[in-house]
């Protein structure tokens, strides 16, 4: 386009791609777009086909310290294996207020219980969790499910094949988590063996329960969709 007076700096770029996701964005997926509109403008659009996904991740740098340095009260967070702007906490009381997020801020506690069973044991039986909350988990397994918290993820080969389940994308995006294996004591649980899960192993949970609801409660990913849940 010849009324461009300059080519915006690749970190610029990421940024406005990032604002302008709905979801944490990859460096594979940036570099796309890099060539996607290469291919579509051509000219001077073209120099950044030569932008590889190291380079990507070095400006995804740049851009995280440009924002801390600017205090624009957004931050550049990596979750569920990509990127996204959100706001910083400290900002928080009055995103929420904005958006009127306060009503939904957190999972009840029976929900955040069935999910933490779940995501520490996945994939797992809902006559499994049930045994390990000793109730029935039907209502809540079900507005998990509706909320894109968990996800059927395959059959069991016992009697019935029962359904298993599992948390989703979504689940990673909403607790600001990179990967599961960032969830608090999962090199401990993993330890564990399934046979000694008892019903009062619930109490294991409270730590865990904690966390998850302080790091949804304050940050705000920029996205038109509204991430948070429903109890």
């Not at 709905?22 to 509109?37: N, Q």
């Not at 996204?84 to 219980?113: F, H, I, Y």
């Not at 988590?177 to 046979?195: A, H, I, T």
Request: net charge negative; with cysteine.
């Amino acid at each position: 386009m010849s009324d461009i007076e300059r080519l915006p700096e690749l970190k610029e770029i990421i940024g406005s791609l990032l604002f302008a996701a709905k979801k944490p964005v990859t460096a594979k997926e940036i570099r796309k777009a890099l060539l996607g509109a290469a291919e579509s403008y051509g000219g001077p659009y073209e120099q950044f086909t030569a932008v590889k996904e190291k380079d990507i991740l070095e400006a995804v740098d740049e851009l995280r310290e440009s924002l801390a340095k600017s205090a624009t009260g957004l931050h550049v967070a990596e979750v569920a294996h990509g990127f996204r702007l959100q706001n910083n906490m400290s900002c928080g009381p009055w995103v929420r207020t904005l958006l009127d997020k306060d009503r939904t801020t957190k999972l009840s506690k029976p929900a955040l219980e069935t999910l933490a069973i779940i995501a520490y044991r996945q994939p797992v039986l809902r006559s499994e969790i049930e045994s390990v909350r000793g109730v029935s988990v039907d209502h809540i397994l079900r507005n998990l499910v509706e909320l894109q918290l968990v996800k059927v993820v395959g059959r069991s080969e016992l009697p019935g094949r029962p359904w298993m389940f599992g948390t989703t994308q979504r689940f990673l995006e909403h607790f600001g988590l990179m990967c599961l294996e960032d969830m608090p004591g999962m090199d401990e649980l993993k330890r564990q063996d399934d046979e000694k899960v008892k019903a009062d192993q619930t109490e294991s949970f409270p730590e865990m329960e904690k966390e998850l609801n302080e790091s949804s409660n304050d940050e705000t990913p920029n996205t038109e969709e509204d991430p948070d849940d429903e109890s």
